[in-house]
């Protein structure tokens, strides 16, 4: 049987696309965004990338959302933190990605401190993030880098690797070759 590529439906760099139950909503800059079904998907999608809920878009005028106000109290009211705060979410919320400049977020308290009281936000994040994204929580305190299976969590799907709460002195360099 000759092979055959399938090529699966990525976000651009000018849009991303996040897939319901009932349809696929596209985001572009200054457009309004709209349901589509999915006949009008023009490539096929995993189906771990379909969010088990359906969405509703309604138009009103501008009113500053929940996630918006919590994400303002995480950065302290700071507006220049608040804008680099969404941006990093907005890397992790989008497909597209160049292999040649790849990020990784990393969000730490305000005061780094040997005794962190945590409760900031950095978790609640993580878990917003999950509900849009097929993501991996992964257990930072615990999290070894030694045995054969070091990443054994993450499956074919998975879009987001999400290390929670690493120790003090966790070895950024060896992730280098995985992002």
Known sequence: IPPREIKFKRDGIDNATVYYKNGFVTLKRNKLAEINPYTKLDSPIWEHMINERSVELIPVKYKKAEYEQFLLNVVGG?????????????????????????????????????????????????????????????????FDFKP????????????????????????????????
């Open 78 to 142: 700071n507006m220049q933190r608040f804008l680099s705060l969404c941006s990093a979410i907005g890397y992790l919320m989008h497909d597209y990605k160049q292999e040649s400049n790849a990020k990784a977020i990393v969000l730490c308290d305000q005061m780094i401190s040997d005794n962190p009281n945590g409760r900031t936000g950095k978790s609640l994040i993580g878990k917003a993030l999950e509900k849009i994204k097929n993501v991996e929580r992964v257990d930072g305190k615990n």
């Open 148 to 179: 054969t299976f070091t990443f054994q969590m993450v499956k074919l799907g998975t879009q987001i690797i999400d290390f929670n709460d690493v120790k003090a002195n966790f070895d950024f360099e060896r992730l280098f070759s995985v992002i």
